[in-house]
């Protein structure tokens, strides 16, 4: 499938900027089922430093704003062609070891309620793919998907506690349990084209759980499937930190996301 995307990224600093870099995980991954045919991106007030690659082989680009500036615009886009795999990645690759993604961090931490829930998955069977898949559906049957009602920094157990939460909230919960069971489990942020329109509401986010013979293989708890050719990889992490598409430091001033605005479309293939 060949995917049209195109994704725009408007926030604003709350005074005029002295010094900002701002670290960009907007370039899809070249990978298994997934292969980038083009892919720009153009600033307003910023403009690129360098390009590098991260532990877990994101392609970041650092981009630093320009003095005095108090709004940022960020435009991506390209074309990507994708393959259905059945959401399997394949072998671990990059510059952490597998077992590093065995460790909770704040925002996938367990508590007592996603404690209780590992423990109810642990005993209904041995076989870790069927595990996995009865976890997620377990994920979406207790925590509603519902916009509104959480925020990028709420934490697995906050959501889980709430009963309700996005893309986001379902990936951490995930994650965190699947640690808690002895599974290396990872957040995955891209895209998704929807069956029913282009324009999204914004990015989306899954995870990915390691089988030992298979590799990585992605879970998109929201919707109760594996990923397919609807879906593009962006960026992989521990959580959502280490996936986010901007993060940064600056002095005297912080940003606010004002508004994202995502395109995605199937394009015909010349044969």
């Known amino acids: 499938m060949r995917l049209s995307i195109r994704h725009t990224t408007r926030y604003r600093f709350d005074a005029p900027v002295f010094h900002a870099l701002q670290r960009l995980r907007l370039t899809p991954k ?15 007030n910023a403009h ?24 940022v615009t960020v435009t991506c886009r390209g074309r990507v062609d994708t393959h259905d ?3 399997v990645i394949g072998r671990h690759a990059g510059h952490l070891p597998l077992w ?10 367990p508590g007592e309620g996603m404690r209780k829930l590992a423990a109810d998955i642990q005993t209904s069977g041995e076989d870790r793919l069927e595990t996995l898949h009865q976890l997620s559906a377990a ?4 925590v509603e998907y519902k916009t509104g009602t959480t925020h990028s920094r709420t934490s697995a ?9 996005v893309c986001q909230d379902h990936a951490h919960i995930f994650i965190g349990i699947a640690r808690t069971l ?32 298979l590799g990585w293989v992605g879970f998109d708890i929201s919707n109760g499937i594996s ?27 912080t940003s606010t996301v004002l508004e994202v605005d995502v395109a995605v479309e199937q394009q015909q293939v010349q044969q």
Request: hydrophobic fraction near 35%.
């Open 30 to 44: 070249q990978t298994q089922g997934q292969e980038i045919l083009e892919w720009e991106m153009e600033y307003e």
């Open 48 to 71: 690129p430093e360098i390009t590098y690659e991260d532990q877990h082989h994101n392609t970041v680009t650092l981009v630093s704003v320009e003095q005095g500036a108090q709004d």
């Open 85 to 87: 795999h059945a959401g």
């Open 100 to 109: 590093s993604f065995l460790s909770q961090t704040d925002m996938t931490r």
């Open 139 to 142: 994920v979406l049957d207790r």
């Open 157 to 165: 157990e906050e959501a889980f506690a709430a009963g309700n939460g």
């Open 182 to 213: 002895g599974i290396p489990a990872r957040y995955v942020s891209g895209y998704l084209m929807m069956n029913d329109r282009i324009d999204q509401e914004a990015g989306h986010a899954w995870a990915e759980a390691h089988v030992d013979e």
């Open 227 to 253: 990923p397919d050719a609807r879906y593009v990889r962006v960026a992989t992490g521990r959580d959502y930190q280490d996936a986010a598409p901007i993060t940064g430091i600056s002095f005297g001033t």
